[in-house]
């Protein structure tokens, strides 16, 4: 009898506690959705504020000015900042023009000039305003975050801190560094675990192929031979832009709404109409099939894990504090860069190699 007593109160309080919790634990999971990654040290979500303090709104017109001529230069941004991260770190060594720089090596064979073009542009208006005082690591970073918001995609704060390195990669660390096309989830995979990136952000930032172009080359569902899976339909619509691999020609990226950063390249992947074995493995493997669903249905989740990926792949392999440079302008080391390598990278071969 007493034990009852006791025992009904404390059933009910348990079952109460434990559904109290479980709404507690969802309620944080959906609170996590939608706070940011802490920065690493040395950078930080208020970084120019007193240095300057105009930087953002300088970035955010010079973009609206150049995505107001073209929108489709909003994927030439993106995917500099994405080129620019994976190779050695975010530091702004893609824009370095000379022998076997980033942008003269195979893999970026089609990064586009105009972005490049952009970020001088931009450099320039960001120097006559406060000078000697912001990367050209950090404009491309604030200029791809414009460029996903701009082009009717989530905004979210992106940290700023990082500094320039003044030295070229070599052309085996680009090489290595960028997955390629015709890779699948298996393979893909340790590119981006290697830099802490895990199986959710593989997916959430391959979402940045919602905008965008490929040239006839990239198209590894089609050549050399074609993926026996590629509907008669989509194969047809290729072929008749690119009926072979050397036509110097593009298609688009998201066959639903190409220049729109919205989430129907997820869509597209459901319906086996990706570009890219890259893309299509995503909803070919048990690790990503259900996040490619989970997306496809919910532009606002994948908002949300898209704009938490990219701050986190924003500050890989950043150099910070004192070392690397303030770039003067974004293409040329400084004249007078006597370079101090971060600790957590290694020299070799003259070049700083990808941990
Ligand atoms: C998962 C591994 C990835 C592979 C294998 C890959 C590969 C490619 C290839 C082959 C192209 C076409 C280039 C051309 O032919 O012009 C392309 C374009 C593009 N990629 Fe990726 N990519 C990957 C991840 C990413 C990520 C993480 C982002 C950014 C978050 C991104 C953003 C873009 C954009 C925006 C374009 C269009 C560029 C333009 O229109 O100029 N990609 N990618
Ligand atoms: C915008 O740029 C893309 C890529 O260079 C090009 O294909 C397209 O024709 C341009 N659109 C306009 C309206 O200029
Ligand atoms: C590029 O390479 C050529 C030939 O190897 C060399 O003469 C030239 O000085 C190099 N330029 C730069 C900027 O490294
Ligand atoms: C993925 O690619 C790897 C290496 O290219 C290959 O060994 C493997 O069979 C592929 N897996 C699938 C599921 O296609
Ligand atoms: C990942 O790191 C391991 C260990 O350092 C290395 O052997 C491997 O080549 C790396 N893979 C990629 C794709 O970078
Ligand atoms: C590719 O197609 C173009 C246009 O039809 C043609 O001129 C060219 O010779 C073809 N190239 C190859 C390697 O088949
Ligand atoms: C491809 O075509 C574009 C313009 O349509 C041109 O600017 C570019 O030089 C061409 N590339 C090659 C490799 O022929
Ligand atoms: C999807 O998986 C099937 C079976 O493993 C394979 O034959 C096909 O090539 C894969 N497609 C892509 C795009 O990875
Ligand atoms: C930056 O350097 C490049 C290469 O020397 C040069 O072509 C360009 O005009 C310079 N940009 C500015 C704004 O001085
Ligand atoms: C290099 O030059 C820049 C611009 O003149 C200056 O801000 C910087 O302090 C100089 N760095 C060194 C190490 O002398
Ligand atoms: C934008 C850019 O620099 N593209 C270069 C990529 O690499 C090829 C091959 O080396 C060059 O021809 C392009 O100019």
Sequence with gaps: MKLQKIAVPVLVFLIVAAAAASILAMELELMEMESYPDPVSGMDYTFYNDACPQLESIVESRVASYLGANISQAAGLLRLFFHDCFVIGCDASILLVGNSSETTDIPNLTIRQAALDIISDIKVNVEAACPGTVSCADIVALAA?????????????????????????SSSVVLASLPRPTQNVTSLLP???????????????????????????????????????????????????????????????????????????????VNNNGLFVSDQSLFNDTRTMHLVSMYAKSRQLFYSQFSVSMIKMGMLGVLVGTQGEIRLNCSVPNSNSSFSFPTNLTKGDGRIEIM
């Design 145 to 169: 975050r414009d460029s996903v918001f701009q082009a009717g995609g989530p905004w979210f704060p992106m940290p700023t801190g990082r500094r320039d390195n003044p030295e070229f990669a």
């Design 191 to 269: 590119f981006f675990q290697n830099r802490s990136l895990n199986v959710i952000d593989l997916v959430a930032l391959s979402g940045g192929h919602t905008i965008g172009l490929a040239h006839c080359s990239s198209l590894t569902r089609l050549f050399p031979t074609q993926d026996t899976t590629l509907s008669t339909s989509f194969s047809t619509a290729l072929l008749s832009i690119c009926p072979n691999a050397s036509v110097n020609a593009t298609v688009n990226n998201d066959r639903i709404s190409p220049n729109f950063f919205d989430n129907t390249y997820f869509v597209d992947l």
